[in-house]
């Protein structure tokens, strides 16, 4: 991860309108759904996702992940920064 | 994360449902069937909030309302909020004409996840000309900035052929000025309506190429900023698209008369029998009815695709399409390089005319 990457700490995470969360009883699992796009979220993802309400910022989440899943900041820092990334450059996410 | 397919596959994830045939443009493209259903068949609200929660239980996430123009119904506002009751995510597919700004904050507060306006060209005369409506274009614009006041995201689709391939960049332009956060560039597919002008549409080969090039460098020069999505020629490709990712394993359609179809063009194949949600549940349909069960799976590929290896990915390609073409509707899709009629596609590719189109009216 470059600096040039990272999320700035007090960034608030949301996803957009038109962006959900949800569960579907009938796919076993939680999806994100988007427009023309689904993507399931495996557990992680969806620890991390519904913690992105545009309320609470990039250093809350990583911290409450990492002592609710007792694991080292930085690896889950990396991983939140991946995943949100990755949602961002598709215009799924707003930082 | 996967995108799509790692979700369980063969439980359907999306539902096209075609609200209605009316529509006030008159497309040369137009992708509908020659003989459209009338107003007098169309469903009621019931039927369709009765559709959408059948079609949820089956494992559908997506709906999108389409048509036709989906607002010539007046009780879309209701459509959209039983389809969010259902659980759906909501996805309005609309020309931009007919659309009122009090029907957009209907939609919005009924819960509507997103819309897609489509634009026929970056210059107004000419997008007008292609949809056979004057003044259409303004109403798409002033439709768009109203979408984008009520915080919705925006997809604009661009349907791309021999009048407007050259500015697909200008284009891309217009959907960013009009904060769109999305822009398919679907070159046209030949069905329906659309065949009859098929030689008025059909870019030539080089003109492809160039399109091709400049949309992957699009596509880099706006990272970030908006997401391309583009669905390639089919008479100028290599391989064939995997038909609605599979007969009858991703998707379905239900018609605006209820019949339900794998997908929109299947009623073009004749001796296909398709069940009505007025008479069966969605999911007996997608279990049961002959037309969904008619091309499933790959076992009814002839060679080349029987020992291909991208048999699972491209299942042969469009069955629709090996029929128009070939009057075989299980032979190979000859938009593919490997099939033994792929000459039937390369003649029609090199017919262009400047003759006027034929509108849809």
């Known amino acids: 991860m470059t600096e040039a990457n990272a999320i700035a700490p007090d960034a608030k995470p949301r996803l957009p309108r038109g962006v959900r969360l949800t569960h579907s009883e009938a796919q076993g699992g939680w999806v994100l759904l988007a427009p023309e796009r689904i993507f399931k979220a495996d557990a992680i993802a969806h620890e991390i996702l519904k913690r992105c309400t545009g309320e609470v910022t990039f250093q809350a989440i990583v911290d409450d992940l990492a002592a609710t899943f007792n694991a080292p900041r930085e690896r889950i820092s990396a991983d939140v920064t991946a995943l949100l990334h990755g949602l961002a450059d598709k215009k799924l996410l707003e930082l | ?361």
């Open chain 2, 1 to 361: 994360m996967a995108e799509n397919g790692s979700v369980a596959t063969h439980k359907p994830l999306g539902l096209l449902a075609e609200l209605t045939h009316r529509c006030p443009l008159g497309c040369p493209y137009c992708s509908n069937p020659l003989a459209l259903e009338k107003r007098e068949d169309e469903l009621d609200t019931a039927t369709w909030a009765r559709v959408f929660g059948e079609a949820a239980a089956l494992g559908v996430l997506q709906c999108h309302l389409s048509g036709g123009e989906p607002a010539a119904r007046r009780d879309l506002p209701e459509i959209v909020a039983s389809a969010r009751e259902a659980g759906l995510y909501t996805n309005l597919i609309t020309s931009g004409v007919g659309v009122t700004t009090r029907t957009i904050r209907d939609l919005w507060e009924a819960g509507l996840d997103h819309v897609q306006i489509s634009i026929q060209d970056s210059d107004a005369v000419s997008s007008d000309r292609i949809a056979g409506y004057r003044g259409a274009f303004a109403r798409k614009c002033a439709l768009a900035a109203e979408v984008k006041r009520l915080g919705l995201p925006l997809t604009v689709n661009l349907v791309i052929h021999r009048a407007n391939i050259e500015r697909i960049g200008a284009m891309v332009d217009l959907a960013l000025s009009l904060q769109a956060t999305r822009v398919e560039i679907a070159h046209v597919q030949y069905y329906g309506w659309a065949l009859k002008n098929r030689a008025a549409l059909m870019p030539t080969r080089e003109q492809v190429a160039r399109a091709t090039t400049e949309v992957e460098a699009l596509r880099q020069r706006h990272h970030g900023k908006i997401v391309i999505d583009a669905v390639v020629p089919d008479y100028h490709a290599r391989y064939p698209k995997p038909c609605v990712g599979g007969w009858g394993r991703r998707s379905l359609n239900v018609t605006p008369s209820g019949k339900v179809l794998p997908c929109h063009a299947a009623e073009s194949i004749p001796g296909l029998e398709f069940w009505n949600v007025r008479d069966h549940s969605l999911a007996d349909i997608w279990i049961g009815s002959p037309a969904f069960n008619a091309f499933r799976g790959t076992d009814f590929l002839p060679e080349p695709c029987a020992s291909c290896e991208r048999r699972e990915a491209d299942f042969g390609g469009c069955r629709c399409q090996a029929f128009a073409l070939t009057g075989d509707a299980r032979a190979t899709d000859p938009v593919c390089h490997l099939s033994p009629r792929h000459d039937l596609v390369t003649e029609l590719a090199a017919v262009q005319t400047d003759e006027p189109y034929q509108y849809r009216r």
